[in-house]
């Protein structure tokens, strides 16, 4: 006989109920509202993973050109084949790299997963709440699920191009755990036998191995299926509770729990060597993160959109406990929540889930990892427990009686359109370069980085002005405001190699003559001896020799060579630095001597190394030297056992005007 709560969950699965048909409205709105955002640029490490990716440069004619697409990223260890490959297909689909089509597939997955978020919500609240009857869940799963779409705190997930690869991982952890629960559910009421636990098991596996070849946090989800364990189903099994299982989950938990602290307090060695190009240490992280974890809430339960932007480096790092204060109390903070949690579970088992899932869901991105300190799409899955949370208090009306029932509709759908209009807001300020980068800039004015994306599109604006039907008194605004936010960048963080590369490259290009110009190039000489190279700053270097090379930057050979060799003797085993110095030297005419010299250097360090490869090819090539190209590409095949750069080397050998062959 099948059990009233088993009747229940089949109830969830069954025929549309009016929900069903709201959650579809919902789902129109929200791509509505993103649909604005479509026209909207690539960002910072877009350009790296797909507009100057040549593995997706492709046409998908042959099976070679989807393996190497698919395994063409260089973030991560596990090189994120499966979101790879989803923008393989965009750009075959597309002809291009095409930002409005990866976005808007970027805004169909995000209603996708809105879509398991509320048919997960729905379980689970059915479990939660069983008196209140299939109903309630489902008005609650899709209050839960309206909250996740329609955040503003999304955007930067959604509309950031490259993060379909934390949308797929996403996807396929809320998956994972919706499989879960439905298997759960019913081992919770009759038990299971082996075969039943095997499948549920492989799901888990199966979802996982998605989640993570999509992005690497897609590891966590049987970390999170424990945490629905332990909040949800606590060792009920066949219709008891069994005090063994329960503990297995608690303790299986705490042991995550507890490695993760080890690492966070002991700093082993491993971990701590990956933060040597990093201005900050591995202690300092973790301790900035603490306070960063209640930035996130506080932008989640109150959305602030001028708290929100692309780029939050205007935060301090926490140097000590007290360094700054708010550290301290950060740490406080979470200790007196999680006692609290633990002391309600059983009373408000929601709280401990909504915890528990958040810090789990940062626990890769936002602890130990030498990453950037903070982004805003990092909190993408995490919120999911929150997002149910607060759609309970809200519909806690709906449970009582008299004036507070009345207040609960126009209640819920005050924050519902207070949210869509705040989606709203940002969307549009996402849809265009010049207006992000402006918004970001007026939001975040201490931040080194926002006022270089906006100097940035400045200068941009400067350079097209013809295009764009600027005369020339606008076009010289352009170029002036530009050069005010890159000093404004330099006033903000006088540290940052780039603001001190553009404000050389704009002084000497447009007031090589002004007589109380700074030597930029002096400053970038003396901090270059103790500023260890973040990304960002190997970039600027590339792009000061670039200037120096097209002849826009004046500096004469022996400064150029000089910065080169003390970057040399600072990091002796760096090729990005060896590669400086040959475009260099490439650039300024050099011989094929001088080139080779730098390139056996380089090839000694690594002899597989294939942008030194390449050029040692294109020199052999224009000495005739066949036998040489040839033990180039010999060498080359040796290093590339998975067989990554075909591409490249077919490139090498095919005239560019001779066309495909069939």
Known sequence: MVSARTGELQGLAGSMSRTDYLLAVMLLVVFGAYRI?????????????????????????TFDEWRTAALSSNSGPLRRPIAMFSFALNAVAAGEISPYAIKLVNTLLHCLIGVFVYLLAQLLFARLYPQRGVASARWLALLSAAI???????????????????????????????????????????????????????????????????????????????????????????????????????????????????????????LSERFARREFSLHERVLTQARMLWHYLAWLTLPDVSAMGFQHDDIPVSRSLTQPLGTLLAIIAWIVAAAVAVTLRERYPLLLFALLFFLVGHSVESTVWPLEMVYEHRNYA????????????????????????????????????????????????????LRMAGVNVRNHPESSRSNYFYANALLQRYRNAQALGLDEEQAREALLAARYYFEQMYDTNPRD?????????????????????????????????????QASDRNALGELIGCVNAGGCTADET???????????????????????FTYLLGS???????????????????????????????????????????????????????????????LFIPADSGRES
């Open 497 to 533: 190699v780039a603001a001190l590369v553009m404000l050389h490259s704009l002084d000497t290009q447009f007031a090589a003559d002004a007589p109380a110009r700074r030597d930029w190039l002096a400053e970038l000489e003396t901090l270059l001896q103790t500023r260890e190279l």
């Open 382 to 433: 995490p919120v999911i427990g929150f997002c149910m949370l607060f759609a309970s208090l809200l519909a806690q009306p709906f449970f009582g009686t008299g004036n507070a029932r009345a207040l609960a509709t126009p209640l819920v759908g005050l924050v519902l359109v207070v949210l869509l209009a705040l989606l709203l807001v940002r969307v549009d300020s996402w849809s265009e370069e």
């Open 37 to 61: 955002g479509f026209g909207g640029p690539l960002l910072f490490d877009d350009f790296a993973a797909l507009s100057v990716n040549p593995s997706l440069q492709i046409d998908g004619g």
């Open 559 to 581: 400064r150029i060579l000089g910065l080169l060799e003390q970057l040399e003797a600072r990091y002796p085993e760096n090729l990005t630095v060896l590669g400086y110095r």
């Open 148 to 270: 996740w779409l329609l955040h503003p705190l999304q955007v930067s997930t959604v509309l950031y191009a490259v993060q379909r690869m934390a949308q797929l991982s996403t996807l396929f952890m809320v998956v994972g755990l919706w499989v879960f629960v439905r298997y759960r559910s019913r081992f919770a009421e009759r038990g299971g036998d082996v075969g039943e636990v095997l499948a549920v098991l492989l799901w888990l596996a199966l979802c996982t191995l998605f989640a993570a070849y999509s992005k690497e946090n897609g590891a966590l989800l049987p970390v999170l299926a424990l945490v629905v364990e332990v909040c949800f189903f606590r060792g009920e099994w066949g219709g008891r509770r069994h005090a063994s299982l329960r503990l297995a989950g608690v303790a299986a938990l705490a042991a995550f729990f507890a490695v993760l602290l080890l690492c966070m307090v002991l700093a082993p060695d491993f």
């Open 589 to 651: 005419g050099a011989s094929p001597e001088a080139l080779q010299q730098v390139i056996d250097r380089a090839l000694a360090l690594r002899p597989g190394r294939r942008e030194f490869l390449v050029r040692q090819i294109e020199l052999q090539a224009a000495a005739n030297d066949v036998d040489g190209m040839y033990e180039s590409v010999r060498q080359w095949l040796l290093y590339d056992k998975r067989r990554l750069r075909l591409h490249t080397l077919q490139a």
